[in-house]
């Protein structure tokens, strides 16, 4: 009878053992620099990784979504002789080049380490926009710095704010990828009125420079914990025409 006591006990103090232990090896590796590929699936550091590219887009995206704050104010006061049509073209190449540098934007991605990527687009995003401030002379200068290297530094934002969350979730990846897309309405939704009242309390010039600056400290931040889970190999093909023969790709590229 104690002898069957006594391996009972044994068999629960192993058992207590071995869970401390389980538990000590999750923790370092959330904590620690070991590779990111021990690290299980829809774990802690996905939603730090969530987190990070939700305030990524919501800074990017939003400040696409907010350009009619400033469309408004160029057409009224700053140039009140230019069409309304040309002062729209600002926006446009906003996304036409962001949508534009998306392919490269991915090779990049496959070929560097994507907060190395993220970071470079959140400081061409911002020296955009400062440069943009001193532009108050020409349209031109404005379609070049607000419009078309804005668009480039937030492709390079963008794409790897979207697709490295997917790689840190499986059960709850629609909600993880979601909650990141979700990013860009929120910030249309707060930097509209936060740009309005920049603009009529500081003017454009200054609205853009904290703008500016508020973009770079946000996505230097939040690029540094957008990393990888697993290796990304790079393809041998820029353009893999083959995914054409899936309908569901095909589907949903004409709905797009």
């Known amino acids: 009878m104690s002898s ?17 232990t389980d538990t000590i090896d999750n923790t370092n590796r959330f904590y620690d620099n ?7 699936v829809d774990g802690k550091y996905g939603w730090v990784v969530v ?11 939003g400040c696409v979504n907010s350009y009619g ?13 230019e069409k309304l049509s040309t002062l729209s073209w600002i926006g446009t190449l906003q996304w036409a080049a962001m949508n534009f540098v998306s392919i490269p934007s991915g ?38 710095t607000q419009g078309i290297v804005f668009g480039l530094g937030a ?29 860009s309405g ?20 200054w609205a853009l420079r904290i703008t500016g600056i508020v973009v770079v400290a946000v996505n ?12 990304v190999t790079a393809r041998d093909k820029i353009v893999d025409f083959s995914v054409l023969h899936d309908i569901r790709f095909v589907c949903v590229f004409g709905g797009a």
């Open 107 to 144: 090779i990049l991605c496959e070929r560097l380490d994507t907060r190395l990527v993220s970071f470079v687009g959140g400081l061409i995003m911002g020296v955009a926009l400062i440069i943009a401030s001193f532009c108050d002379s020409a349209v031109w200068k404005l379609l070049v």
């Open 220 to 231: 230097t931040v939040c690029s540094a914990f957008l990393r990888n889970r697993c290796a």
């Open 51 to 61: 987190v990070a590219g939700c305030f990524m887009l919501m800074f990017s995206m």
């Open 155 to 183: 492709s390079l934002v963008f794409i790897p704010a979207v697709t490295i969350p997917s790689q840190w979730f499986v059960k709850r990846r629609p909600l993880a990828v979601g909650i990141v897309v979700a990013g």
């Open 4 to 20: 069957n006591y006594d391996s009972s006990a044994t068999s629960e103090k192993t058992d207590i053992v071995n869970n401390m």
């Open 186 to 205: 929120i910030g249309g939704l707060w930097l509209t009125p936060a740009t309005d009242s920049m603009i009529k309390n500081l003017g454009t010039a």
């Open 34 to 40: 070991k590779p990111y590929e021990t690290q299980p």
């Open 69 to 81: 704050s400033y469309e408004t104010y160029y057409h009224l006061n700053q140039f009140p002789n």
